[in-house]
């Protein structure tokens, strides 16, 4: 008898793995309004990487600015671009984006992603600065359409727990088009970023998680790699170097994905 074919994943199926091993090995990521309220501008620093810096992360890892390779993103007739910024802060890099892209003729549609709300973001979405701003764990965000780009520069990607990171990374991916790009920050560096991981803020989203198993960061990055490649995504880390990272406060690694085309073959790693 003929097996039946494995149903085609997409991002909710990694929402619910994550909810699942968060039930079964009870990782603490049921967050509540409590939780997250406690990440307010009142309580931490919002560091905001504009989109200058961002470019020159993603240039130095990429080889071409951001846009360019917004561009080169398969897009239907008349569609808007579709972007995520995913722990968008107070949505300076969304907005300046969706401005870089304007400028270059292509309209855009902006997503603000945040753990919670502020009032710089907020003013932002009012003057239609950012398009649209989704408040609420990341772990749980289920896109209702793809994106061309999503960006996590230091975002739920960083803060999330080791454990599900894999899976939270590749919810994002199968949220991309195919041609589709994903950038992530890995391994936060700066001291205020580093405040805001978890069990740094009592109350906070951050509170203590019940257990946060820490994988040597190699292992934890070849297996994201591996789990991209087999997938159909070409994704690769690339080391940002020391001096500019302390002068753009930028983790020390960029993960970079493609979602390919359909027919297209791995890209070979230089
Ligand atoms: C330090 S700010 C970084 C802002 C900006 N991306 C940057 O690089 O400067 C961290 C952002 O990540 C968001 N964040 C952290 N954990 C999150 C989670 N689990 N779900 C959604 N947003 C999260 C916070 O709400 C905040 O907007």
Same mark, same amino acid.
């Given at each position: 008898?003929?097996?039946?074919?494995?149903?085609?994943?997409?991002? /909710?199926?990694?929402?619910?793995?994550?909810?699942?091993?968060?039930?079964?090995?009870?990782?603490?990521?049921?967050?509540?309004?409590?939780?997250?309220?406690?990440?307010?501008?009142?309580?931490?620093?919002?560091?905001?990487?504009?989109?200058?810096?961002?470019?020159?992360?993603?240039?130095?890892?990429?080889?071409?600015?951001?846009?360019?390779?917004f561009a080169e993103v398969p897009r239907? &007739?008349?569609q808007p671009f579709r972007l995520l910024?995913?722990?968008?802060?107070?949505?300076?890099? /969304?907005?300046?984006?969706?401005?870089?892209l304007?400028?270059?003729?292509i309209?855009c549609h902006?997503?603000?992603?945040?753990?919670?709300?502020?009032?710089?973001?907020?003013?932002?979405?009012?003057?239609?600065?950012?398009?649209?701003?989704?408040?609420?764990?990341?772990?749980?965000?289920?896109?209702?359409r793809s994106f061309h780009a999503i960006?996590?520069?230091?975002?739920?990607?960083?803060?999330?727990?080791?454990?599900?990171?894999?899976?939270?990374?590749? &919810?994002?991916?199968?949220?991309l088009v195919p041609g589709g790009l994903?950038? /992530?920050?890995?391994?936060?560096?700066?001291?205020?970023?580093?405040?805001?991981?978890?069990?740094?803020?009592?109350?906070?989203?951050?509170?203590?998680? &019940?257990?946060?198993?820490?994988? !040597?960061?190699?292992?934890?990055?070849?297996?994201?790699?591996?789990?991209?490649?087999?997938?159909?995504?070409?994704?690769?880390?690339?080391?940002?170097?020391?001096? /500019?990272?302390?002068?753009?406060?930028? !983790?020390?690694?960029?993960?970079?994905?493609?979602r390919?085309?359909?027919?297209?073959?791995?890209?070979?790693?230089?």
């Amino acid at each position: 008898m003929p097996r039946p074919r494995p149903r085609a994943k997409g991002p /909710a199926h990694f929402v619910e793995r994550i909810a699942e091993r968060d039930r079964r090995e009870n990782l603490g990521l049921e967050y509540k309004w409590d939780d997250y309220r406690a990440l307010s501008t009142e309580r931490t620093v919002i560091e905001n990487r504009c989109l200058y810096v961002i470019n020159n992360f993603f240039w130095f890892g990429h080889g071409k600015p951001l846009v360019d390779a917004f561009a080169e993103v398969p897009r239907g &007739k008349d569609q808007p671009f579709r972007l995520l910024d995913d722990g968008a802060g107070e949505g300076v890099f /969304a907005a300046e984006m969706g401005a870089e892209l304007a400028k270059a003729g292509i309209k855009c549609h902006t997503t603000a992603l945040t753990l919670h709300e502020n009032q710089a973001l907020s003013a932002r979405h009012h003057r239609g600065e950012v398009s649209e701003v989704v408040v609420g764990p990341a772990e749980r965000f289920v896109p209702k359409r793809s994106f061309h780009a999503i960006v996590s520069m230091i975002g739920s990607t960083s803060y999330t727990l080791s454990p599900v990171r894999k899976d939270h990374l590749l &919810k994002f991916a199968y949220s991309l088009v195919p041609g589709g790009l994903l950038l /992530a920050g890995f391994e936060v560096a700066t001291e205020a970023a580093k405040a805001l991981t978890p069990g740094n803020i009592p109350f906070g989203f951050s509170r203590r998680p &019940k257990r946060d198993r820490k994988m !040597p960061l190699e292992t934890e990055m070849r297996g994201i790699e591996r789990a991209f490649d087999k997938r159909g995504f070409d994704a690769r880390f690339v080391e940002y170097p020391k001096i /500019a990272r302390q002068i753009d406060r930028v !983790p020390r690694w960029m993960l970079i994905v493609r979602r390919r085309l359909p027919g297209n073959r791995p890209t070979p790693r230089g």
